[in-house]
């Protein structure tokens, strides 16, 4: 008896209706589209690209989760199509996809695996993890050659289905902010968190898009003033099974197995198809706002994991297709893992990259999103030699008459070799700048980094972006983001505290270049308090006043805390929900109004959000530099200055040198501002340079009469011309 024989009887025996034969429909578009047929009645076209399959059932479930198969009876162009009279919105459905099984060639069909379309627009259900869902034996005796035994239990019942959906709005009534990259001011937030504990969203709201949509909300962001949500992943995605079995799940969300879905967790309305008209008054409320929506897309990998995991969808439909195999010590057992994920899309392969463009214009043209942040970006530009620059998905987004027009964020960097492309990659793309995360958190916890790199990252990083015509706002610029501590466990930990995860202290990075000010974690110490609560405000003036587009981690600007877990991506619960309570608290109101109060600024004064690089020199014979940096002393720096450690820095924007011109083409001018930096332990007397001094800042509070406290900052304006 083989290993295939044995499990037969594990495999339900369920009857079947018979189906009606399906009309031979279109090979385009991909997944399933509601309208009418041939004879002008109402149905649903169905098409699947599946090259190597020798069959491809349409499986249909009704309301009481009965499954109808239909074979599909048409291929073009290695595409399954068919079209069925009298489905309709609401139906759910998913495929069963015949082929070889040999793992050995990278073929791993198994119609035995209800398989989520690719190209559904909504996900009904969960993935529950059971391991029925895998396609092969996932407790097989001999674990090393497990991956090579068909598993042949139905799935059906263990995981979720893809909705028809009708969807005609025209987003004629929707009016998009479009704000300049140099205006952006970006807030980093994840749907569910933000909104769960918010007192003024109903409860059964929390947790959704409408919550987010709700006036409570917006008008909070409003009130803050950043120009852009930037959403953590809303694509449907699923829990590792390592999670489900520790009782967890996948709280971030960066685990995509349904690319055009918003993910159904997170709707107040239904899962069959009411998702996305609630995304999309969602979208159309914070537009109104004159707030821009930012996705955090992962294309990188997929939930179905390695070679061990489930198969959801691609491993059972193209499982060659569509990832990259043979690397490893399996051949094409295994999967080439770039991400850390146990899995990376191919995107040599030009289906794997029409299937993420196609993702990407439905976002942007059909749900209204402004832009798109890459997760691990680098894993998109791999070709068969690394990371190419030139790379045929970058060239296919940056020719797009769409998507070249909306923001493009990269996350720059990825797991394998040669994977970190900070400032490598082409103009259009804006990227994370983790060198100005390391370079400011280093300067204000005492690592003194030379004043050079300080320098660069505090106006713009010309070092990194100034190649091939690049401006400023290709740096976004972050102290946090989800990934690492908050703002306020930056300056209360010195390690990471992940107990809760379950994983023995072995995930989260130790790389933290945190400080704990004298205290690890929450302190009765008014010392330790007081120190920590400066430092927040250093760090985040230091953000708001930089060159370059910030972004702000929700919370942040008024303590958010998660006592310490760096982490968080399976806290589904108080450690990772914004606990809005900590506005009610002096320390921290005071803390949202300055954050408030630096953003007002900034979008005051184009000075401090210059959209060309500084060039230190005078434009013209006898004319005044744009950017001069002094030292304490008040001199100007010299060569050896610039490239030694030092915990002091002035840095002067003279607003009557800016190179910038309106849209008449007059040149711009601005109020000069002196930003003043002490990271040491002693207080400094700084010599200002000529000119009237108005004082607008002081972390430590001080009045300007006084030397700069230690481990504080000053913000000065002069008025008008020198």
């Given at each position: 008896?083989?290993?295939?024989?044995?499990?037969?009887?594990?495999?339900?025996?369920?009857?079947?209706?018979?189906?009606?034969?399906?009309?031979?429909?279109?090979?385009?578009?991909?997944?399933?589209?509601?309208?009418?047929?041939?004879?002008?009645?109402?149905?649903?076209?169905?098409?699947?690209?599946?090259?190597?399959?020798?069959?491809?059932?349409?499986?249909?479930?009704?309301?009481?989760?009965?499954?109808?198969?239909?074979?599909?009876?048409?291929?073009?162009?290695?595409?399954?199509?068919?079209?069925?009279?009298?489905?309709?919105?609401?139906?759910?459905?998913?495929?069963?996809?015949?082929?070889?099984?040999?793992?050995?060639?990278?073929?791993?069909?198994?119609?035995?695996?209800?398989?989520?379309?690719?190209?559904?627009?909504?996900?009904?259900?969960?993935?529950?993890?059971?391991?029925?869902?895998?396609?092969?034996?996932?407790?097989?005796?001999?674990?090393?050659?497990?991956?090579?035994?068909?598993?042949?239990?139905?799935?059906?019942?263990?995981?979720?289905?893809?909705?028809?959906?009708?969807?005609?709005?025209?987003?004629?009534?929707?009016?998009?902010?479009?704000?300049?990259?140099?205006?952006?001011?970006?807030?980093?937030?994840?749907?569910?968190?933000?909104?769960?504990?918010?007192?003024?969203?109903?409860?059964?709201?929390?947790?959704?898009?409408?919550?987010?949509?709700?006036?409570?909300?917006?008008?909070?962001?409003?009130?803050?003033?950043?120009?852009?949500?930037?959403?953590?992943?809303?694509?449907?995605?699923?829990?590792?099974?390592?999670?489900?079995?520790?009782?967890?799940?996948?709280?971030?969300?960066?685990?995509?197995?349904?690319?055009?879905?918003?993910?159904?967790?997170?709707?107040?309305?239904?899962?069959?198809?009411?998702?996305?008209?609630?995304?999309?008054?969602?979208?159309?409320?914070?537009?109104?706002?004159?707030?821009?929506?930012?996705?955090?897309?992962?294309?990188?990998?997929?939930?179905?994991?390695?070679?061990?995991?489930?198969?959801?969808?691609?491993?059972?439909?193209?499982?060659?297709?569509?990832?990259?195999?043979?690397?490893?010590?399996?051949?094409?057992?295994?999967?080439?893992?770039?991400?850390?994920?146990?899995?990376?899309?191919?995107?040599?392969?030009?289906?794997?990259?029409?299937?993420?463009?196609?993702?990407?214009?439905?976002?942007?043209?059909?749900?209204?999103?402004?832009?798109?942040?890459?997760?691990?970006?680098?894993?998109?530009?791999?070709?068969?030699?690394?990371?190419?620059?030139?790379?045929?998905?970058?060239?296919?987004?940056?020719?797009?008459?769409?998507?070249?027009?909306?923001?493009?964020?990269?996350?720059?960097?990825?797991?394998?070799?040669?994977?970190?492309?900070?400032?490598?990659?082409?103009?259009?793309?804006?990227?994370?700048?983790?060198?100005?995360?390391?370079?400011?958190?280093?300067?204000?916890?005492?690592?003194?980094?030379?004043?050079?790199?300080?320098?660069?990252?505090?106006?713009?990083?010309?070092?990194?972006?100034?190649?091939?015509?690049?401006?400023?706002?290709?740096s976004v610029n972050f102290i946090t983001a989800h990934d690492g501590f908050t703002l306020r466990d930056l300056v209360s930990y010195d390690g990471k505290h992940?107990?809760?995860?379950?994983?023995?202290?072995?995930?989260?990075?130790?790389?933290?270049?945190?400080?704990?000010?004298?205290?690890?974690?929450?302190?009765?110490?008014?010392?330790?308090?007081?120190?920590?609560?400066?430092?927040?405000?250093?760090?985040?003036?230091?953000?708001?006043?930089?060159?370059?587009?910030?972004?702000?981690?929700?919370?942040?600007?008024?303590?958010?805390?998660?006592?310490?877990?760096?982490?968080?991506?399976?806290?589904?619960?108080?450690?990772?929900?914004?606990?809005?309570?900590?506005?009610?608290?002096?320390?921290?109101?005071?803390?949202?109004?300055?954050?408030?109060?630096?953003?007002?600024?900034?979008?005051?004064?184009?000075?401090?959000?210059?959209?060309?690089?500084?060039?230190?020199?005078?434009?013209?014979?006898?004319?005044?530099?744009?950017?001069?940096?002094?030292?304490?002393?008040?001199?100007?720096?010299?060569?050896?200055?610039?490239?030694?450690?030092?915990?002091?820095?002035?840095?002067?924007?003279?607003?009557?040198?800016?190179?910038?011109?309106?849209?008449?083409?007059?040149?711009?001018?601005?109020?000069?501002?002196?930003?003043?930096?002490?990271?040491?332990?002693?207080?400094?007397?700084?010599?200002?340079?000529?000119?009237?001094?108005?004082?607008?800042?002081?972390?430590?509070?001080?009045?300007?009469?006084?030397?700069?406290?230690?481990?504080?900052?000053?913000?000065l304006r002069r008025h008008g011309p020198r």
């Amino acid at each position: 008896m083989t290993a295939f024989q044995e499990l037969e009887h594990l495999a339900p025996q369920t009857a079947q209706l018979p189906p009606a034969a399906p009309w031979p429909g279109s090979w385009q578009p991909l997944g399933a589209r509601y309208r009418h047929g041939a004879d002008g009645s109402h149905g649903t076209n169905f098409a699947l690209w599946a090259p190597g399959a020798e069959a491809v059932e349409l499986c249909l479930f009704d309301e009481e989760g009965v499954e109808t198969r239909h074979p599909l009876p048409e291929q073009t162009f290695q595409t399954w199509h068919g079209y069925l009279p009298g489905v309709t919105p609401g139906r759910r459905y998913g495929y069963r996809v015949h082929g070889r099984w040999d793992p050995w060639t990278g073929a791993r069909w198994n119609p035995a695996k209800l398989l989520l379309d690719p190209y559904a627009r909504a996900v009904d259900g969960v993935f529950t993890g059971h391991g029925a869902c895998c396609g092969s034996v996932r407790d097989w005796p001999e674990p090393d050659v497990a991956d090579t035994v068909r598993d042949n239990r139905d799935s059906a019942p263990y995981t979720a289905r893809g909705v028809v959906v009708h969807d005609d709005d025209d987003w004629s009534d929707d009016r998009r902010p479009k704000t300049p990259w140099a205006e952006t001011v970006i807030y980093e937030l994840h749907v569910r968190g933000f909104t769960m504990r918010h007192p003024g969203i109903p409860p059964e709201l929390r947790g959704t898009y409408a919550g987010l949509a709700h006036p409570a909300a917006i008008d909070y962001l409003t009130s803050l003033g950043v120009t852009a949500v930037e959403l953590l992943p809303v694509h449907q995605f699923a829990s590792e099974d390592h999670l489900h079995q520790r009782g967890l799940s996948n709280y971030w969300g960066y685990n995509s197995i349904g690319w055009f879905a918003p993910h159904g967790g997170y709707s107040a309305s239904g899962t069959r198809g009411q998702q996305v008209g609630e995304f999309k008054r969602m979208v159309r409320a914070l537009h109104q706002a004159g707030i821009e929506v930012i996705l955090d897309v992962v294309y990188n990998h997929t939930a179905e994991g390695g070679a061990g995991g489930p198969t959801l969808s691609l491993r059972g439909i193209d499982n060659a297709g569509y990832y990259r195999l043979g690397h490893g010590s399996r051949g094409s057992r295994g999967y080439d893992d770039y991400t850390g994920c146990g899995n990376t899309l191919d995107t040599r392969q030009p289906q794997t990259v029409r299937l993420i463009t196609d993702s990407l214009r439905y976002w942007a043209a059909e749900m209204g999103v402004d832009g798109f942040r890459f997760d691990l970006a680098a894993a998109l530009a791999r070709g068969d030699d690394g990371v190419d620059m030139r790379h045929p998905f970058l060239a296919a987004v940056s020719q797009d008459p769409f998507l070249s027009r909306v923001k493009l964020i990269a996350e720059p960097w990825d797991v394998g070799h040669g994977g970190y492309q900070v400032g490598n990659f082409p103009p259009l793309w804006a990227e994370w700048n983790d060198k100005y995360r390391d370079t400011v958190r280093d300067f204000w916890r005492g690592a003194r980094p030379d004043v050079a790199e300080l320098g660069y990252r505090l106006s713009g990083s010309s070092d990194l972006y100034q190649r091939g015509g690049r401006r400023p706002y290709a740096s976004v610029n972050f102290i946090t983001a989800h990934d690492g501590f908050t703002l306020r466990d930056l300056v209360s930990y010195d390690g990471k505290h992940n107990e809760a995860n379950g994983e023995d202290g072995r995930d989260g990075t130790d790389d933290n270049r945190s400080w704990n000010c004298g205290a690890e974690g929450e302190t009765e110490d008014t010392g330790v308090r007081e120190l920590r609560q400066r430092q927040t405000r250093n760090l985040l003036a230091t953000l708001l006043l930089a060159s370059g587009v910030p972004m702000l981690t929700a919370g942040d600007e008024f303590g958010r805390t998660q006592g310490g877990n760096n982490n968080a991506y399976c806290q589904d619960n108080e450690t990772s929900w914004v606990d809005w309570s900590l506005l009610e608290l002096p320390e921290w109101r005071t803390l949202h109004e300055l954050t408030a109060e630096l953003i007002r600024l900034r979008r005051a004064h184009p000075v401090l959000r210059q959209r060309a690089f500084f060039s230190g020199r005078a434009a013209t014979p006898g004319g005044q530099r744009d950017l001069t940096w002094y030292t304490a002393r008040g001199t100007e720096m010299t060569e050896a200055d610039w490239f030694a450690p030092t915990a002091q820095l002035g840095m002067l924007l003279n607003g009557d040198a800016m190179s910038e011109r309106d849209q008449h083409g007059c040149p711009l001018t601005d109020d000069s501002f002196l930003l003043l930096l002490n990271a040491a332990d002693q207080p400094v007397e700084f010599t200002l340079p000529a000119g009237g001094w108005e004082l607008l800042l002081d972390t430590a509070r001080h009045p300007a009469d006084r030397p700069l406290a230690a481990r504080s900052l000053r913000l000065l304006r002069r008025h008008g011309p020198r």
